[in-house]
C-alpha cells in the first residue's frame, strides 16, 4: 500500500463516509417504516429529532464525497511517478483492475450526492417535511453505493505496488488500444463537435428559457444530462487535442497537470457542478405544486438554473478559446 498523505485522507473519509453512512441508512429506513406527520406520539417526536440529525450527518458526509471526487482524481495524478510507464493519472489508475471502477462510481455518487442535498435542502424549507419520503429512497440507494465506493477505494490502495509495470496514457486512449476509451478517442472530431455544440446550444437556450418563464424543466434537465455525457466523450474526441496541440494525444488526465495550467480543473469543476445543478432542477419538478413548497421550489430551480447555465458557459467558452489560439487546426 502506498502510506501518501492524500491517499491516507482519501482513505479516513471513506471509513469516515461508510460508518456514517451505515447510522443514517439504519435510521433512515426506520423513518420510512414508521413515519406518520399526523401523529403526535412519542415515536413520532422522537423520528423528527432523528431526521435532523440524519440529514446534518448526511449533509456533511456527502459534501466530503463531492470533494473526494477530485482529491482522488488529484493523488492518482500525484503519484503517477512511482509507476514504471504511467505518465498522469490514466497509468496509474490502470494499476490494478479496481481504479477505472472507483473512478466510475465515484462519478456516479458524486452526481447522486449532489442531487439528494439538493432534495435535503428544498425538504428542509418545507414546514411539514414535504419530501422525507423521497429523500430516504434516494439515502437507501446512495448508501450501499457509498460503501460499495470505499470496498473498491481501500482495494485499490491496498493493491498499488510501486514495482508494477503500468500503461501510459498514450496506449490506453489510442486508436488501436481496443477499449472502451479508445473508441471513443476515435469518434470523428468534426461530427463531435457539431453534437457538443448543438448540445450545448441546446441545454444554455432550455436554461435561459426556464429561467425567465418557468417552463420546460424537464427539457433542461434531459438536455443537460445528455450533454453531460456529450462533453465526457468531446473531451476524448477532439478537446484535449486542441491543448496538448498534438492530433494524437487524447488523454483527459493530463490536462490537470502543470505544463497545461491546470486547466482540466476547472473544465471538470464547471462540467459536473453544471451536471449536478441540472439534473436537480429535473428531479424538483414533480414537487413544485406541494403545497409547502410552491413557492420554495421554483426559487430553487431558477438558483439552480443560474449556476448550471453559468458552469456550462464557462466551459463551452474556454473550449471555443482554445480552439480559437490553439496550435493545432484540425482538417475535416
Not at 301 to 327: D, E, N
Request: net charge neutral.
Amino acid at each position: 500500500m502506498i502510506l501518501q498523505p492524500a491517499a491516507l485522507a482519501l482513505q479516513l473519509i471513506a471509513l469516515l463516509v461508510s460508518l456514517m453512512g451505515i447510522f443514517a441508512g439504519y435510521y433512515g429506513i426506520k423513518i420510512l417504516g414508521h413515519w406518520d406527520p399526523a401523529s403526535g406520539s412519542e415515536g413520532q417526536l422522537e423520528l423528527e429529532r432523528r431526521t435532523y440529525l440524519v440529514s446534518t450527518i448526511m449533509s456533511y458526509i456527502l459534501s466530503f464525497e463531492l470533494m473526494s471526487l477530485f482529491l482522488f482524481i488529484y493523488t492518482a495524478d500525484d503519484l503517477h511517478s512511482l509507476f514504471t510507464g504511467a505518465m498522469c493519472a490514466a497509468g496509474t489508475l490502470a494499476v490494478n483492475s479496481f481504479g477505472y471502477p472507483t473512478l466510475i462510481l465515484k462519478i456516479l455518487n458524486f452526481l447522486l450526492a449532489g442531487v439528494w442535498l439538493i432534495v435535503n435542502h428544498a425538504d428542509n424549507r418545507g414546514y411539514d417535511y414535504p419530501l422525507i419520503r423521497v429523500k430516504y429512497r434516494l439515502l437507501n440507494l446512495v448508501v450501499p453505493l457509498l460503501l460499495l465506493e470505499s470496498g473498491l477505494l481501500f482495494a485499490y490502495f491496498a493493491g498499488l505496488k510501486p514495482d508494477i509495470i503500468t500503461s501510459c496514457c498514450g496506449s490506453l486512449f489510442s486508436h488501436e488500444s481496443g477499449s472502451f476509451s479508445g473508441d471513443l478517442a476515435s469518434l470523428p472530431h468534426l461530427a463531435m463537435q457539431i453534437a457538443f455544440f448543438s448540445g450545448m446550444a441546446i441545454t444554455l437556450a432550455s436554461g435561459l428559457f426556464f429561467y425567465l418563464r418557468g417552463r420546460t424543466g424537464y427539457l433542461f434537465s434531459i438536455a443537460v444530462t445528455v450533454t453531460f455525457l456529450i462533453a465526457i466523450a468531446s473531451i476524448l474526441s477532439f478537446i484535449s487535442l486542441y491543448f496538448y496541440e498534438l492530433p494524437t494525444h487524447h488523454c483527459p488526465f493530463c490536462l490537470l497537470q502543470k505544463e497545461y495550467g491546470y486547466i482540466g480543473y476547472l473544465l471538470y469543476a464547471t462540467l459536473f457542478g453544471g451536471a449536478v445543478t441540472g439534473i436537480g432542477v429535473g428531479v424538483l419538478m414533480p414537487f413544485r405544486k406541494v403545497g409547502s413548497l410552491s413557492s420554495i421550489v421554483p426559487a430553487i430551480q431558477r438558483r439552480l438554473t443560474l449556476v448550471a447555465f453559468v458552469c456550462y458557459l464557462m466551459f463551452t467558452l474556454v473550449t471555443i478559446w482554445k480552439m480559437i489560439f490553439s496550435g493545432l487546426k484540425l482538417v475535416p
